[in-house]
């Protein structure tokens, strides 16, 4: 930047002897800073001057174009890898926070900051990069210029700047208004996208194709008026300027021919501060509309920085699975979301022992999923300890502790790529055992159906695995659980979606793994629960009953 206004200062300097060599060459030959360039060309006639003079101002010219040129793709190479950095950043750290920070916000934020808000943030880097660029080449310009003409020079940069201040302060509210719009409507725009294009069936069915079109029109339209209306404002001075410059040089041309010398004493002057002029209101400009992408930023940017705000945990590196080798133990534990909310659970002391097959069982909203949420350490206990062989887990020892569970929700997320890659999922393709997940998935009884189909286990399973049933999704992801080897199994009414014949199997097969893996099992039906050790019944009053299949049957 510093290098680019110094040959700006250059090239517009260069002007002045430029145009006076070509008009009286005869003048600059008899000056004495045009000797030592005569001496060394040995140049003999005032005529000769114009060839070497017009050659040093086309270099110094091109020199300072071309520097200016590799400036703007250093500063826009500069901006997008910022932005990609922040992007990588947010993503990283949003991946990293607690499930209850998931659960309370709305993932159409967060990918909106993500996608959207960084596009912004980059180009107001960009623009924040000119706006110093321009800022330091305005000074280079206006310092010729004060050189050339001291009177010219303080009026046209006072004027130019009182306009522009008073353009900024004008239009400051609604570059921020329209901040707040552009912010607030993008993330309205994307939760439209999320929940017409997600519950496209429940669409297609109802017939509600205009509701959620008109709740995207309703967010796009006022997004799209306020971007329009900040380019409109970022780039409309330009204009008023370029009309004003154009005036004040005929004014300029008029004052400069009535002086001693006439037209031929002013046409170098002149020149010089035309040129001065024509580089100077872009200059102008740019600063104007750089200034203008910043406030027009101003919400995306705070938006951003909140996410980049987000604490990362306590562990930096992937640690250590814990040892777990006795008991899981819960000792007065309660839960609830907030301070205002209900308990969930309250004063829970429950032990389950390593290697047994624990079921969990009890009427809607009576805390199953949310006790063994506790269990995998996504949620942490309002009150009471959960402990690992007599270990409590904390922040610290929460991720050590995840590395032994694997866990089968009742919704089964599946990625478009192949059934292979569903089950080994979140493991590079090239580092997938195959013979592993040809094993599981024999265990989760979902074997003999894949090798049926053409691809096998290379078959596309479509987005959110549509091309699947509700079965064939849940049998997936017990194979995805059975694959990472984990010492503790959690199925969170896994086999809701399963016949009763394939549910059966599948419990069969649980029942045959290796002793020493813990499995934890909510479900609906009491029956699923037959070949469980203990059954765990929680009730909305918040009691616990604990006993053996045949307990709860004559219960």
Not at 134 to 146: E, N, Q, R, T, W
Not at 211 to 229: E, Q, S
Not at 337 to 348: D, G, R, V
Request: aromatic share 8%; hydrophobic share 45%; with cysteine.
């Amino acid at each position: 930047m510093i290098i680019a206004s110094i040959l700006e200062i250059v090239s517009l300097g260069s002007v002045l002897p430029f145009l006076s060599v070509l008009i009286a060459p005869e003048q600059v030959f008899q000056h004495e800073y045009a000797q030592p360039l005569i001496s060394a060309l040995t140049l003999r006639e005032p005529i000769q001057l114009i060839l070497p003079i017009t050659i040093l101002f086309i270099i110094a010219v091109l020199v300072a174009g071309i520097v200016r040129l590799y400036l703007l793709y250093v500063m826009t190479r500069l901006s997008y890898a910022i932005g990609a950095d922040l992007s990588i950043n947010i993503y990283r750290r949003t991946l990293y926070q607690p499930y209850a920070t998931h659960v309370a916000r709305n993932s159409s934020e967060v990918i909106n900051s993500i996608m959207t808000k960084t596009n912004t943030v980059i180009s107001a880097i960009l623009a924040t990069l000119l706006l110093v660029s321009s800022i330091l080449i305005l000074i280079g310009i206006i310092a010729v210029l004060f050189v050339i003409d001291i009177g010219v020079a303080l009026s046209t940069s006072i004027g130019f700047g009182l306009l522009y201040w008073l353009v900024i302060r004008y239009n400051k509210k609604h570059l921020k208004n329209n901040s707040q719009i552009i912010a607030d409507q993008s993330t309205q725009i994307l939760k439209s996208l999320q929940e017409g294009l997600g519950g496209v069936r429940d669409v297609l069915i109802d017939g509600t194709q205009e509701f959620y079109c008109k709740l995207y029109r309703n967010a796009d339209l006022p997004m799209r008026r306020a971007i329009g209306n900040n380019i409109f404002i970022g780039g409309s001075p330009r204009y008023i300027m370029e009309t004003l410059g154009m005036t004040l040089i005929a004014g300029l041309a008029y004052v400069l021919t009535q002086k001693q010398g006439g037209m031929v004493a002013a046409i170098p002057l002149l020149g010089a501060l035309a040129l001065g002029a024509q580089k100077l209101l872009p200059v102008l400009q740019t600063i104007y509309s750089s200034y203008s992408a910043i406030k027009g930023g101003e919400f995306s940017f705070e938006d951003v920085l909140y996410l980049l705000d987000q604490p990362l945990p306590e562990y930096e590196n992937q640690p250590t699975p814990i040892r777990f080798d006795k008991e899981i133990k819960l000792t007065n534990l309660s839960f609830r979301y907030n301070q205002e909310s209900p308990w969930i659970l309250k004063n829970i002391n429950l032990s389950l022992k390593k290697g047994s097959n624990i079921g969990f069982i009890g009427s809607t909203g009576s805390g199953k999923s949310t006790l063994l949420d506790i269990i995998m350490g996504l949620l942490s206990a309002t009150e009471g300890d959960l402990f690992i062989d007599q270990q409590p887990i904390d922040n610290k020892s929460r991720r050590s502790w995840q590395m032994n569970i694997a866990h089968v929700p009742q919704n089964i997320y599946l990625s478009d790529n192949s059934i292979e890659e569903n089950i080994a999922f979140g493991v590079s393709k090239d580092k997938i055992d195959h013979q592993r997940v040809r094993k599981v998935a024999q265990q989760a009884q979902i074997a003999q159906l894949i090798e049926q189909w053409q691809e096998g286990y290379q078959t596309f399973v479509g987005e959110r695995g549509i091309r699947l049933s509700g079965g064939q999704r849940q049998r997936i992801g017990i194979a995805r659980a059975l694959y990472k080897k984990a010492s503790v199994l959690i199925f969170d009414e896994a086999t809701s979606a399963l016949d009763n014949e394939t549910e059966r199997e599948v419990m069969e097969a649980i029942k045959d793994l290796d002793g020493e893996i813990t499995v934890l099992i909510i479900a609906h039906r009491l029956t699923t629960l037959r070949n469980c050790d203990k059954v765990v019944k929680l009730d909305n009053n918040h009691a616990l009953s604990v006993g053996s299949y045949k307990e709860m049957v004559n219960k």
